[in-house]
């Protein structure tokens, strides 16, 4: 069992994988996170991306009880397609939950939190918030945002387009994060998460400059992880005496080497056709039998449920059947792409698992899914962009302690409990990661 603690301080690295970390601690370039302690291994969740990772961490349930599938969802009804946010989760959040037990919270930046709830505490919204005046609970916080110049995010198109003024986004925006943590910590708060979304957003651009953190590469991608390092230590300098100190990712990260088409794949089945009017999925041909949502999202598209509708019900499972063996002989080069196909009753449970895909690929690395909705190649190059999510190979990192390894992101939230001296609720579907052997 933990030793119960009355304060925690998270930080969360979007994106920072495991196998990084620690050959980056191997060659010295962590000193001050080395001095915390080893990290250890987890995985993510199915899909691997912020949006389904996030909300699973801070709802502690599969997504098939949290119902968030991806940053985007579509309306079957309409075939449209909408940007979800934190109104579509399903169950109560960490910060909820917490706020009711009577723990004080302060959350920034974490992905899934727009609309801002109102808690006995501060959020600040992250990624997907419109504008940092909506982001903000309460808003009597917001002017000395302001005056640090604080910002949600870098603009992540600039990272095709000028990758010089980027990459100053990037600096600008961590260092006005931690000018806004600093001024924080000051309040009274239990729990306090501070999320690292420009770890992420470096990656994608500039993981071929990087991605071996035994290797001399790229200057800016180091820097800006030492400025990483130093603001961990930073951190661990001003917490209150007796505060825990949890470090963690949502998702491994590898070297993109082809964006992949599933939709154009699933053309060159015979299970796809596109319309020549309309745009995203407004572009499906009523006489398709599935289409694709990123990454790797595949829907039959089912008679009764999708408003076109072609494969009747009695013929679900010969057709999931038939395109999840199609997308297995997806070869580039001689060498497979798809790791593995998932029915979706394999991945997820719960109220809300009616909702999830009908299958889920999951790539071998260096492939990344992508679903366009026009007829095209089913492979192009790294399209400016050379990193990519992974499922395995996300940390966590409990300073003094060594952690169980061999969880998932979900295990997370019930250790969170046990370590401000609360006992997990029972609808937690994780596993606290109780300490191992230092």
Request: no cysteine.
């Given at each position: 069992m933990l030793e119960k603690k009355k304060r925690l301080f998270i930080i969360s690295l979007d994106g920072v994988p495991?196998?990084?970390?620690?050959?980056?601690?191997?060659?010295?370039?962590?000193?001050?996170?080395?001095?915390?302690?080893?990290?250890?291994?987890?995985?993510?969740?199915?899909?691997?991306?912020?949006?389904?990772?996030?909300?699973?961490?801070?709802?502690?349930?599969?997504?098939?009880?949290?119902g968030i599938f991806g940053f985007v969802d579509r309306d079957p009804a309409t075939m449209r397609m909408r940007l979800i946010n934190a109104r579509d989760i399903a169950v109560p959040t960490l910060w909820h939950r917490l706020s009711a037990a009577g723990k004080r919270v302060i959350a920034m930046n974490v992905p899934m939190t727009y609309p801002p709830p109102t808690i006995d505490g501060t959020i600040i919204s992250g990624f997907l918030a419109p504008d940092l005046p909506r982001a903000v609970v309460p808003a009597t916080i917001l002017p000395r945002l302001e005056r640090i110049g604080y910002r949600i995010d870098p603009d992540h198109t600039l990272g095709l387009s000028d990758r010089s003024r980027y990459l100053e986004q990037i600096r600008a925006t961590f260092a006005a994060r931690q000018k806004a943590v600093f001024e924080l910590m000051r309040e009274k708060w239990d729990l306090f998460m501070v999320h690292v979304m420009m770890t992420d957003r470096i990656n994608h651009f500039f993981w071929a400059d990087g991605g071996d953190p035994a290797a001399e590469f790229h200057s800016d991608f180091w820097e800006f992880y030492a400025a990483v390092d130093r603001f961990v230590g930073e951190v661990m300098v001003r917490l209150p005496a007796g505060t825990d100190l949890l470090l963690l990712s949502d998702h491994g990260f590898c070297r993109l080497h082809y964006e992949v088409n599933v939709n154009a794949y699933l053309a060159v089945g015979g299970f796809l056709r596109f319309r020549r009017a309309g745009n995203g999925l407004t572009r499906i041909d009523p006489t398709a039998h599935a289409y694709s949502l990123i990454p790797g999202r595949i829907y039959i598209n089912l008679r009764g449920r999708e408003g076109i509708g072609s494969v009747p019900p009695a013929d679900y499972n010969r057709v999931r059947a038939d395109i999840s063996g199609f997308l297995s002989e997806l070869s580039h080069g001689g060498a497979p792409v798809i790791a593995r196909v998932f029915q979706r009753e394999e991945v997820y449970h719960g109220g809300m698992a009616e909702l999830a895909p009908d299958l889920i690929a999951l790539p071998n690395d260096g492939y990344d899914l992508k679903a366009k909705f026009a007829p095209g190649e089913v492979f192009a190059g790294e399209q400016g962009r050379s990193g990519m999510h992974t499922f395995p190979d996300a940390f966590v990192l409990l300073a003094g302690?060594?952690?169980?390894?061999?969880?998932?992101?979900?295990?997370?939230?019930?250790?969170?409990?046990?370590?401000?001296?609360?006992?997990?609720?029972?609808?937690?579907?994780?596993?606290?990661?109780?300490?191992?052997e230092s």
């Open positions: 495991f196998s990084f970390l620690t050959a980056g601690i191997a060659a010295g370039r962590f000193p001050r996170i080395a001095e915390l302690g080893p990290p250890v291994r987890m995985d993510s969740v199915l899909p691997p991306i912020s949006a389904v990772a996030w909300t699973s961490f801070s709802t502690g349930v599969n997504p098939g009880e949290h302690r060594r952690l169980r390894s061999g969880g998932s992101i979900i295990d997370v939230t019930p250790t969170i409990y046990e370590l401000l001296g609360l006992s997990p609720p029972p609808e937690f579907t994780g596993a606290p990661l109780t300490p191992g």
